[in-house]
């Protein structure tokens, strides 16, 4: 059966990348691309042919080869419901390429009213963080202030969860302190 094949070389792209033998892991997940091709392919499964173009951009993208990991970003459809994952995750790419206007316009798409109910938060840090990079400090500090307004009781919880001392017990009981 292609289907399980697939799926097989998929997996030992993971074992590969998780041992740290990105090589290997690279090869693996484009032998999943060329078998899901819709053009020649063997097997037809669009959602494992975009696990291995995420797996290969995050792999390119951690080795900072950004061009390599934005052409595997676009490759996933605009009609897939990963699409959004991509182009947030391109707009990285993009940012640290320098190419602030593409890394922009993808987080406008992100912010647009008809993907309101789409949870990016990161999306207004990368604004600041761009703004900041052309000195444009007044916006970044609107775009920081945004996100404290927007997001600022979700860290307020987050901190009231795990305690202020930030250990899986919480307070000094996590660090062996005495109370």
């Known amino acids: ?21 990105f090589e290997p892991s690279v090869k693996q997940f484009r032998e999943v691309v060329r078998l899901t091709n819709p053009r020649g392919g063997t097997v037809k499964n669009d959602r494992l042919r ?34 959004l994952e991509s182009l947030f995750e391109s707009s990285w790419a993009h940012f640290r390429l320098g190419e ?14 008809f993907f309101q109910d789409e949870y990016y938060p990161e999306a207004a840090i990368l604004k600041a963080i761009t703004f900041y990079e052309n ?7 609107a775009f920081l202030g ?15 969860l795990i305690g202020e001392g930030g250990g899986a017990g919480g307070g000094e009981a996590a660090t062996g302190g005495d109370k």
């Open 1 to 21: 059966d292609y289907e399980r094949f697939a799926q097989g070389v998929y997996i030992q792209g993971l074992v590969h990348f998780t041992r740290g033998e």
């Open 50 to 83: 975009e696990l291995a173009f995420f797996s290969l951009a995050r792999i390119h993208y951690q080795f900072e080869q950004f061009r390599y990991a934005i052409f595997y970003y676009d490759r996933v459809s605009r009609d897939s419901e990963a699409w």
């Open 100 to 113: 602030y206007q593409k890394a922009l316009g993808n987080l406008v798409t992100l912010q647009s009213p």
């Open 135 to 141: 000195c444009r400090y007044p916006e970044a500090r």
């Open 146 to 160: 945004e996100f404290e307004q927007s997001y600022g009781g979700v860290l307020t919880e987050l901190k009231r």
